[in-house]
C-alpha cells in the first residue's frame, strides 16, 4: 500500500514510523524544512504517549533529549501549594512523564521514520486532494502531485485537508489565552517538577532541567487576541513581568529570563465530525487540537490505532471506519477535560478561591482515579 502523509509534525512523523511496520509505503509532505533542535518552546509527554513511543521503537532517544519529570506541584497565587502528584502518569507507573523542545521531539520522530524507510520531503506545501475509486492525489504549491492508496492528513490545527473533506467544518477559534515562553537562568528550585501556578492573569508553568536551566511558560488569561504585529521580545518579557509582578515565584524565574520563545497564540476548535472519507484520514490536530497537555500523546496514539487498523482490516475504508470508532470516545472524553483546564487558567478571583479550596481537598482524594483513564492506555504495537 502506498501512503501520502501531509504534515511532518508529531502526528505526522508518528503515522509515518507506524504505518513503516506494517510494510506500506511512505512518503511524507512537510510545508518546512528540517525543525531546528530547540524551536517552539516545550511539549510535555505523559505515560500513555510515552507507551506509544516504546511501540513505536523510538522511547530512548526521545527520552534522551528531555528531561524526565516525576512530580507535578499546583500552586495559589499566593504560594500556597494546592497539590503535589505524579506528573502524567499513575504512581504506580515506572515511566516519567518527560519535557522536552518541540523541535527536538519532531526530529527524533522523523529520524527513526526515515532510518525506518520513510521518505520525508519537506518546503512541500499541499493544496489540494482528489480522491477517486482508485486512488487519492495530492497536489502542492510547487506543481508536484503524487498519488496513493491512502492519504495520511496530519496538517495541524489550521489544516488544509479537514477543510476539503468537509467545507463546513469548523474553525479554530482564539481560546482566550496566548502563551509566552522562555529559557531563565539557574534560580533555586527542585528538578524534575512540573511547577503550575494560578496566577491573577492566567497559569505560569515552570520546570527545572538538570542542568539548572528554568523552562518556563505563561499561559496569560486575555478576552482579545493580542496583536503581535511589531512587538519586540524586549517588550513580551516586559509585558510578561508586569502580569506576573504579584507573584513571587512567577517574578522569579521571568526576572532571571535567558531567551524567550516567539509568542503562541491558543486556539480552540469544535469537535470535527468528519475524519475520513474511503481514502483520507485525519490525524493528530487535525482531527482534534485537545491541548491539556496531551495533543503529542494523542498524536502517537492516532497514529498506532491507525496502522493497526489498516493491518487488521479487508479493505482501506473499513480500517478507517475502526480507526475512527476506536479514537472518537477518549478524544470526545479529553477534549471535555481540556475546555476545564481552559477555564481553570482564566478564572477571575471569586473562582480561582474556590477551586484552590477545592484542589486541596480533593487532589488527595481523587486525582489519581480521576486521572487513570487518561495514563492507563495502552497503546497497540504495529
Ligand atoms: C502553548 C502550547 C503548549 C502545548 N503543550 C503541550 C504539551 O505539553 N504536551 C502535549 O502533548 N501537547 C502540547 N501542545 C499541543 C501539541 O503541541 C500538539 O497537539 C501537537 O504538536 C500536534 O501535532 P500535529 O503533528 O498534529 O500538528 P503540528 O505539530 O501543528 O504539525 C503539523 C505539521 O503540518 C505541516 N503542514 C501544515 N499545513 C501543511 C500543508 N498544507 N502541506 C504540508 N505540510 C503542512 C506544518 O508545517 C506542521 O509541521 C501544546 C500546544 C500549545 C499551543
Known amino acids: 500500500m502506498r501512503v501520502v502523509v501531509i504534515g511532518g509534525g508529531v502526528a505526522g512523523a508518528a503515522a509515518a514510523l507506524a504505518l513503516r511496520r506494517t510494510g506500506a509505503d511512505v512518503t511524507v509532505y512537510e510545508a518546512h524544512a528540517d525543525p531546528a533542535g530547540d524551536v517552539g518552546s516545550f511539549v510535555s509527554l505523559a505515560s500513555n504517549g510515552l507507551r506509544g513511543l516504546d511501540a513505536l521503537g523510538c522511547l530512548e532517544p526521545i527520552r534522551d533529549a528531555g528531561v524526565d519529570v516525576p512530580r507535578q506541584r499546583m500552586w495559589s497565587a499566593g504560594g500556597r501549594l494546592l497539590g503535589d502528584v505524579p506528573r502524567g502518569r499513575r504512581s504506580s507507573d515506572t515511566l516519567h512523564s518527560v519535557t522536552l523542545m518541540r523541535g527536538r521531539l519532531v526530529g527524533a520522530l522523523r529520524a527513526a521514520a526515515t532510518r525506518a524507510g520513510a521518505r520525508i520531503t519537506t518546503r512541500e506545501t499541499l493544496t489540494a486532494v482528489t480522491e477517486t475509486a482508485d486512488g487519492v492525489t495530492a497536489e ?144 493528530g490536530d487535525a482531527a482534534h487540537p485537545v491541548g491539556a497537555g496531551q495533543g503529542a500523546s494523542m498524536a502517537i496514539e492516532d497514529a498506532l490505532v491507525l496502522a493497526r487498523s489498516l493491518r487488521d482490516s479487508a479493505t482501506i475504508g473499513d480500517a478507517l471506519t475502526r480507526y475512527e470508532s476506536e479514537r472518537r470516545p477518549r478524544i470526545v472524553k479529553l477534549l471535555g477535560t481540556a475546555e476545564d483546564n481552559r477555564g481553570a487558567k482564566k478564572a477571575g478571583p471569586a473562582r480561582r478561591r474556590l477551586q484552590a479550596l477545592a484542589m486541596r481537598v480533593f487532589i488527595p482524594l481523587v486525582y489519581e482515579r480521576a486521572t487513570a483513564w487518561l495514563y492507563a492506555y495502552i497503546p497497540p504495537a504495529p
Open 140 to 283: 502542492f504549491a510547487s506543481g508536484h502531485r503524487d498519488t496513493a492508496d491512502l492519504l495520511v492528513a496530519a496538517d495541524g490545527i489550521w489544516s488544509t485537508v479537514r477543510g476539503i473533506l468537509d467545507p463546513a467544518t469548523p474553525t479554530p477559534e482564539y481560546a482566550g489565552l496566548y502563551a509566552i515562553s522562555g529559557v531563565s537562568s539557574s534560580i533555586d528550585g527542585d528538578t524534575g517538577v512540573f511547577n503550575m501556578t494560578f496566577a491573577r492573569n492566567g497559569a505560569f508553568i515552570h520546570v527545572t532541567a538538570p542542568n539548572g536551566e528554568v523552562w518556563w511558560s505563561a499561559q496569560i488569561a486575555d478576552p482579545t487576541e493580542p496583536d503581535r504585529r511589531g512587538v519586540t521580545d524586549a517588550e513580551w518579557l516586559r509585558r510578561t513581568a508586569d502580569l506576573y509582578r504579584a507573584e513571587a515565584m512567577p517574578s522569579t524565574v521571568i526576572a532571571a529570563t535567558t531567551h524567550l520563545h516567539p509568542p503562541v497564540i491558543m486556539h480552540a476548535v469544535d469537535p470535527v465530525p468528519t475524519w475520513h472519507t474511503g481514502r483520507i484520514v485525519l490525524v
